[in-house]
């Protein structure tokens, strides 16, 4: 990696420190806010405001996991990887570097995991109450000033609103004391790793205090690279300033600025594509004899291959946000304004190997040649060469949002709250392309498709790579063309409200949020099918073209998705120390448009541009306890989702398209049942033990279809003699929106894709006396995620793994010092993969692109605090 310019900024956080201590959590207007007070003789009490009443973790009829920066040091998460691997229930993916970041609770992956950012999320991802609207720049823990991170499960919409299908995540910044106090903590690990962090609170007045705060990481990687053996894949640097103000002229009245700005750089993850010969299963291809599927586990690699010379992806995100909190009378009014501006450029390697793709060179203007030009048809090639091909994709987000409620601000039996909400989000640019090596090449030479399982002859004939074709540029390692932009935006206007009411032991509360999201996108097209191949130019930069420089300028799509999400909870408390409740909560997921290519008759059907929302009703039973004077503490959860109109990822039924064209459709139902236990015994003042459990099986419901794999696994010429191709599930007819009928693969019975059915953590935890200031402090932890499927007819699995991690410290009140290992047995895994048409290959072939998980990471951290 190379080293940022900021080298001021490196110094500037040497004279600061690190928060090690719990600050409080600010969620969404409608969210829980959190804080961790000390409690002795007992293990820190987290506080929660679910209702927006104070009240300890263990009374609120919601699963949630709580992290404080304490948690997160003695676990080493750094990562929302770890975070993931360190948490049952929650899976976090990523691909390319950290683009298209996606998280799942409970195993309810969405089927839909497209990189459009009009796409609703199936969990929200939210930084001091703020909703995040790109997935690509929010993968900050190692450097950001976090407090507390707070994970909810189970449908939010009533609450958080926005994006909050299956649950919720929050993280919280660091907050101004009113004492003078500041810490810093420097990390060295194996391959490079070095981290800085540091914050300082400062008194200003009586009434005003302020704190800044800082970090810096820089990694090396973990994978071995075949085309680079001295540069390692899977490196970062980053850094992120933050800074909040607080002023409390009286009991009755707080106001809080705060915000950040982060910078990120990160190098290709190591992966690698399955070879071709590896496919088993699905429909024969004629031209090779070779399957186009394949089924079982793909194995991990230790040594990937890939272009070096890839740029790396570069992420930023910047946030202000405003609280201000007013009482009077009894009632309490708060306000919440947050402004968030968030760029990415990603790059990956789409043919996977360092060395290219084998073409042959077909001339234009060849009298004997006529058909070099022609988008499908064979032509006669005079010689081979080999082309790089990568991708590059570009985002960029502006975000307002604001939040006005008032609610009750008592101590009654009855409490209630209301409120408005605000959100727009504009994505003025998000665009994805490709580069094809042809600095080989002459201006009238194009690529043509050659045998890639043999040496192919030096002439011959073959198939017009259109792909490659379109892409032509001087340097696929530092230029791509973007074959399309998009621009788009989200108005959201919610109203929401929430009562309760306790009668004894017993509590009844009902919340409830009537949503409008105003949806508009417009795409424009510079590769579409009638333009002439090899002469599109290179757009550099991040921001849409002037005028006129597209082919094709698309309609604008314009349509308002409205929904009403309440939440029932009812609670008993036969003794103090344990609570039992009952509740459904609705989720939804917001329709949107498909806008990858222009409707025509070489794009997508008219049919296929907008999709619905898709819903869930999570029924669920659960009880939380603290037994034995409180050293046990022990919570279980029994869940029943019911989830309609699935959105799932297929590809256009325009049989003119003339090249697969990915969009999203509603296609069936998923019944999800499932469990979680969680367990904590503190055996003696120095030893504890525990662990977590949670099972999850969501299944897709009869009449449920893929649309994306007919070419794989739709065997036969018509409708009388359709069949399942080898490995792939029924196939069947359902209608489609035009009226007509479609014969498709079947999902009934399915696991959703990427969804984990088991998993589980167990840790120990030592903390020993050594003297009146000083202890030794241990911890180990052990984390199990079972395997997913990489696609939704479920051929492909991936990702099950057991991870070890161990912490020893040697800590006072004031000093510490820590030996850590993630990973401490250096399991390899495959972390997560996707599919996608190879370069060379015909587009039928459906090859993994599997992305390796994090090695053993091990180090030293030292810490003070004053």
């Excluded at 609170?201 to 970090?215: E, F, K, M, Q, Y």
């Excluded at 060395?355 to 001339?363: E, P, Q, S």
């Amino acid at each position: 990696m190379k080293v940022l310019s900021t080298l001021g900024f490196a110094r500037s956080v040497l004279l600061s420190g690190v928060a090690l201590s719990s600050i409080t959590i600010a969620l969404p207007a409608s969210a829980q806010e959190a804080t961790a007070a000390e409690d002795e003789g007992d293990r820190s009490e987290i506080v929660v405001t679910a209702r927006r009443r104070d009240e300890d973790v263990q009374s609120v009829p919601i699963v949630i996991n709580a992290y404080s920066a304490e948690d997160l040091a003695e676990r080493n998460i750094q990562t929302l990887a770890d975070l993931g691997n360190s948490t049952p229930g929650i899976v976090m993916n990523n691909i390319a570097g950290g683009n298209t970041q996606t998280i799942y609770i409970r195993g309810l992956a969405p089927g839909n995991t497209a990189g459009d950012l009009n796409v609703e999320a199936n969990v929200g991802v939210f930084i001091d109450g703020i909703y995040q609207t790109s997935r690509n720049t929010i993968d900050i823990l190692s450097v950001l000033d976090v407090g507390q991170i707070e994970i909810a499960k189970g449908p939010q919409s009533a609450l958080f609103g926005r994006s909050t299908f299956a649950g919720a995540l929050a993280i919280s910044t660091g907050k101004p004391s009113r004492d003078f106090s500041g810490s810093f903590q420097a990390t060295v690990g194996v391959d490079e790793d070095y981290r800085i962090r540091g914050a300082l609170s400062l008194p200003i007045s009586d009434t005003l205090r302020a704190r800044v705060a800082g970090g810096y990481v820089t990694y090396d990687g973990f994978g071995t690279n075949a085309g680079a053996r001295n540069d390692k894949l899977g490196g970062f640097e980053k850094y992120a300033l933050s800074g909040a103000l607080e002023f409390e002229p009286s009991e009755h009245f707080r106001a809080l600025l705060s915000g950040f700005v982060t910078h990120s750089e990160a190098e290709i993850s190591p992966v690698y594509g399955l070879p071709v010969r590896s496919l088993n299963c699905g429909n024969i291809n004629a031209a090779t004899g070779l399957p186009l599927l394949f089924c079982g586990e793909l194995p991990p690699r230790r040594v990937n291959d890939v272009t070096a010379r890839i740029p790396d992806t570069r992420s930023e995100n910047q946030q202000v946000s405003l609280l201000l909190e007013g009482r009077i009378a009894g009632v309490k009014a708060t306000s919440t304004t947050g402004f968030t501006w968030a760029s990415n450029r990603g790059f990956s390697d789409y043919d996977l190997t360092s060395a290219g793709t084998l073409f042959g060179v077909c001339t234009l203007g060849n009298a004997t040649n006529p058909s070099c030009g022609s988008n499908f048809a064979n032509a006669p090639y005079t010689r081979l060469t080999r082309a790089n091909l990568s991708v590059t994709n570009i985002e960029r987000v502006r975000t307002f949002s604001q939040e006005i409620r008032i609610q009750s601000d008592n101590e009654s039996p009855f409490q209630w709250i209301v409120g408005g909400f605000y959100f727009n989000s504009r994505i003025p640019i998000a665009a994805s392309g490709l580069g094809a090596d042809g600095g080989g090449l002459a201006a009238n030479e194009r690529l043509i498709q050659v045998n890639q399982l043999a040496t192919p002859a030096a002439t011959g004939v073959g198939p017009y790579d259109f792909t490659a074709n379109i892409f032509l540029v001087p340097d696929s390692n530092v230029t791509q063309v973007v074959g399309s932009y998009s621009r788009a935006s989200t108005k959201t206007f919610s109203i929401f409200g929430a009562v309760g009411y306790e009668l004894g032991d017993f509590r009844f509360n009902a919340e409830a949020r009537y949503n409008s999201d105003v949806k508009q996108a417009q795409v424009f097209s510079i590769s579409n099918p009638t333009s002439a191949p090899g002469v599109n130019k290179p757009i550099p930069g991040t921001s849409v073209p002037a005028p006129g420089t597209f082919p094709v300028i698309g309609p604008i799509f314009k349509r308002t998705f409205n929904s009403f999400t309440p939440r029932f909870t009812l609670d008993y408390r036969p003794v103090e120390d344990i609570l039992l409740y009952v509740s459904a909560a609705k989720g939804v997921r917001s329709g949107g448009f498909n806008t990858a290519n222009p409707v025509s008759a070489t794009g997508i059907l008219a049919s296929e541009v907008p999709y619905e929302e898709e819903t869930n009703w999570t029924y669920e039973a659960g009880f939380k306890s603290r037994l034995f004077d409180r050293r046990v503490t022990l919570n279980g959860s029994f869940f029943y989702v019911d989830w309609k109109d699935a959105q799932v990822s297929a590809f256009t039924q325009n049989p003119t398209a003339v090249n697969p064209v990915r969009i999203v459709q509603n296609a069936g139902a998923i019944r999800a049942k499932g469990f979680e236990m969680q367990a904590d015994w503190d055996i003696t003042d120095m030893f504890s033990i525990g662990g977590s459990f949670i099972y999850s099986d969501p299944k897709f419901r009869p009449g449920a279809y893929d649309g994306s794999t007919i070419p794989q696994c739709r065997a036969g010429t018509t409708p009388a003699t359709f069949t399942n191709a080898p490995g792939c599930p029924p196939i069947i007819a359902v209608p489609t929106a035009n009226g007509g009928t479609q014969f498709v693969p079947s999902l009934d019975g399915l696991r959703a894709q990427r969804s984990v059915k088991t998993q589980y953590n167990v840790h120990a935890v030592a903390n020993v006396p050594v003297s009146d200031d000083w202890a030794i402090k241990a911890r180990v932890d052990v984390n199990y995620t079972g395997p997913a499927f990489n696609n939704l007819i479920n051929t492909i699995s991936f990702g099950e793994r057991t991870l070890v991690n161990a912490r020893l410290a040697l800590e006072s009140d004031r000093y510490s010092i820590a030996l850590w290992a993630n990973n401490l047995l250096d399991e390899i895994y495959v972390q997560n993969s996707i599919n996608q048409p190879r370069a060379g290959f015909p587009s039928a072939f459906s090859i993994p692109e599997a992305y390796l998980g994090e090695r053993r990471r091990f180090g030293i951290t030292a810490g003070v605090k004053f």
